[in-house]
């Protein structure tokens, strides 16, 4: 996983509420075996005409956020599926964060996975960046995860909670599987004990 | 000792370990895996050399992409859904984990195989990469959803990285008045809480109305727990369950089974358990239920009209106006004027046995209406054989469904069933996104006698008046 210390980028806003993960990625594009080359079907109904040309209106068409990677969205962001080729194609377009007031659970997760760091703000917060973000290409903003600060374009600043181990792993790049690895003494003892007490399992 | 939830019990006796910034392993019981969410983890061991920890408590089945016609045993014409499906298939052999093939009588949808096979039991921790895995949750499971990188995780280790989730209660007293069904409470509670209602917590359903329904209408409940947003949803287990459980080809057998009950037993909140949340629900202020917008939230009753966006506040004013748009609706139309073109009865919301025979209930006899395109997917090929043993399938073909094989179909649109730009569809699936069931396509989700009434009169009709 590639690490992620401070990013400065171009802020997109997507004012909507429940973004779904079927909006994110349609599941015509979950036909895939491999994790790579999602960007494109990013938000795909939403960006594609049924002829697949670009529908100028939608944010990430626009000239100006064609490169963003930071998104600024409503509450519960990545509702809907645990599909994991949600935070890919994001990844894949190169977004590197989502601020919202909430994120529905297993994509919250999923992102922390692949290196892009969701935030979760308050309203008013989310409503300066929201504002932020919506002057276009001069909308940059830069997100601080060691010191778990926000500088916005006009130098404010908006401190944010992050989960310590997370960010641990964020920051290190690290795999979990590798870090779960280390404890597999544990886990063999568990997995003993476990299976003595419940051998239906 | 302290009070201790239905979750807390399970939590305790799974958990290895917590780390200093609170942070645990979990040990994990059952690991199901289905062809879209698992060939990039399968392929992430490869990479790594790794083997599957414990195959013999993992358990493979296709059933996103698979087609359900039944001409599907001679090969799946869309190549990408047949490279998932080969993948799956030589990764199940590979790994030598349990797997039911294509042309397997107990393939289906992975959360109807699972309890059906005796996969899932009580006090188990059960996870898939689907977030629908809250089915089992109506075992006394803990069972949730998990992304393809934990689905690697738990393949390599058999464990879960995770925080504690907090501990809300769903309480519905009374009675079920006529007509309404699990589909309806869950749905319901929906439309109360909002999809973001359950984030953060663990929903254990109790009370009168939950205790009286079947194994399969508890299924139906705990599978839209992730609809409200929670992580997972349990029924403490009862005698119901237990008589369920016995017998299954993986249940416990012989004195397993008394040690199995005897813990089993234990399973449920103590009286003064605390809960972070309560909610209790009447069960007789249940309509049957149907939804109007793209999101599971926009549900009432069959008897309301369509709402005006101007009923809402803050960020979901846009969002209903964009729904209706894209519904095709206008406010303060009768919900029961609508008419239906499409109407799917299955997915693992409501493909069982007892879904099927409330739908034959209502069609028996009847045809649907002339035009409608009305299928019937069985959650399982030993759904299927039971519904043709029991009648039922003669009964639905006589009334004009097309009789399927068994698979997630038009729940999501990922095989050839799928809705046309501007169809609408009466589904008893789970999701009605925009896209959902195809591109352009308009979902309401409803209940398998909803559906019935719906195929019967073209339109969304209130099963009590039939
Ligand atoms: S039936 Fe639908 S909700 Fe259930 S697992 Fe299949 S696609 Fe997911």
Redesign the interface.
């Known amino acids: 996983m590639e690490k992620f210390t401070k990013l400065t980028g171009v802020a997109a806003p997507m ?4 973004i ?1 993960t ?2 994110i990625i ?3 594009f ?6 790579s080359g999602l960007g494109k079907n990013l938000f795909d ?1 939403m960006r594609y005409d ?1 002829e697949g040309n670009e529908i100028p209106d939608f944010v990430l068409n626009k000239p100006a956020y064609r490169n963003a990677q930071i998104l600024i969205a ?3 962001f990545g ?6 080729h949600a ?1 890919w194609a994001l990844l894949d377009f190169g977004i590197r964060v989502v601020i919202a007031t ?5 994509f919250f ?2 992102c922390f ?2 290196g892009i760091l969701p935030i979760v703000l308050p309203q008013e917060d989310v409503d300066k960046l929201m504002d932020d973000a919506s002057r276009g290409a001069n909308a940059v903003v830069t997100v601080d995860l060691e010191n778990q600060v926000i500088t916005g374009p006009d130098g404010g600043e908006i401190s944010f909670e992050v ?4 960010k ?1 792993c964020l920051l290190n790049g690290l795999d ?2 590798g870090l ?2 280390q ?1 597999a003494d ?2 063999a003892a ?2 003993k004990e ?1 299976g003595a ?5 | 000792m302290t009070a201790k939830t239905l979750y807390d019990k399970i939590w305790d006796d799974h958990l290895i370990s917590t780390d200093e910034d609170g942070s645990s392993l979990i040990y994990i019981d059952r690991h199901l895996v289905h062809e879209v969410t698992s060939p990039q983890a399968f392929e992430g061991l490869r990479n790594a050399g790794r083997k599957v920890h414990a195959p013999d408590k993992t358990i493979a089945v296709p059933d996103h992409n698979v087609p359900t016609t039944l001409d599907r045993l001679n090969g799946v014409e869309n190549e990408e859904s047949r490279i998932q499906l080969e993948a799956l298939d030589k990764n199940a052999r590979d790994f030598g984990v349990h797997y039911y093939p294509v042309d397997d009588v107990r393939q289906g949808v992975v959360h109807i195989v699972g309890p059906e096979q005796g996969w899932t039991l009580p006090g188990m921790t059960v996870v898939c990469g689907d977030s629908h895995t809250a089915t089992h949750g109506a075992f006394g499971a803990l069972a949730h959803g998990i992304g393809t990188s934990e689905v690697e995780h738990v393949l390599a280790t058999q464990t879960l990285i995770q925080a504690k989730s907090k501990n809300m209660k769903v309480e519905v007293t009374g009675t079920l008045p006529e007509g309404v069904t699990a589909k309806d409470i869950t749905m319901h509670i929906i439309g109360l809480t909002g999809t973001a209602g359950g984030t953060g917590y663990v929903i254990e359903y109790c009370g009168d109305a939950i205790r009286s329904l079947s194994m399969e209408g508890r299924m139906t409940v705990c599978n839209m727990a992730i609809e409200g947003g929670a992580r997972a949803g349990l029924i403490a287990p009862d005698e119901t369950t237990f008589e369920y459980v016995k017998g299954r080809p993986h249940a416990p057998k012989g004195a397993d089974w008394d040690k199995a009950m005897a813990y089993w037993k234990t399973l449920y909140s103590d009286d003064d358990a605390h809960f972070d949340k309560v909610l209790t629900i009447k069960a007789e202020d249940i309509a049957p239920s149907v939804t109007w917008g793209t999101s599971p939230e926009d549900v009432l009753p069959i008897t309301a009209t369509v709402p005006a966006p101007e009923d809402f506040e803050g960020g979901k004013v846009d969002a209903v106006a964009r729904s209706l748009e894209y519904m095709g609706l206008k406010p303060g139309m009768k919900l029961t004027d609508i008419e239906i073109d499409t109407v799917f009865i299955g997915s693992c919301t409501n493909g069982r046995i007892e879904d099927l025979r409330a739908v034959a209930e209502v069609v028996k006899g009847k045809k649907i209406k002339e035009g409608m395109r009305a299928m019937v997917v069985p959650g399982s090929g030993l759904v299927r054989a039971q519904a043709e043993e029991e009648g039922i399938a003669q009964i639905l073909q006589d009334a004009g469904f097309e009789w399927r094989l068994a698979g997630c179909s038009m729940c999501l649109a990922m095989n050839p069933d799928q809705l046309q730009p501007g169809e609408r569809c009466a589904a008893t699936s789970n999701r009605n996104f925009e896209g959902r069931q195809g591109r352009g396509g308009r979902t309401h989700l409803v209940s398998p006698a909803m559906a019935a009434a719906a195929a019967l009169t073209g339109h969304l009709a209130d099963v009590r008046d039939l």
């Open positions: 004012p909507l509420i429940n779904d079927d909006m349609p599941k015509l979950l036909k895939t075996i491999k994790r109904e049924a409503g509450d519960n509702c809907g599926s645990s599909r994991e935070p909430s994120f529905a659970d297993i997760n999923n996975k692949n989960d310590a181990f997370k641990h979990d599987i779960t690895l404890k544990k886990i568990f997995e476990h007490k419940m051998p239906w399992v």
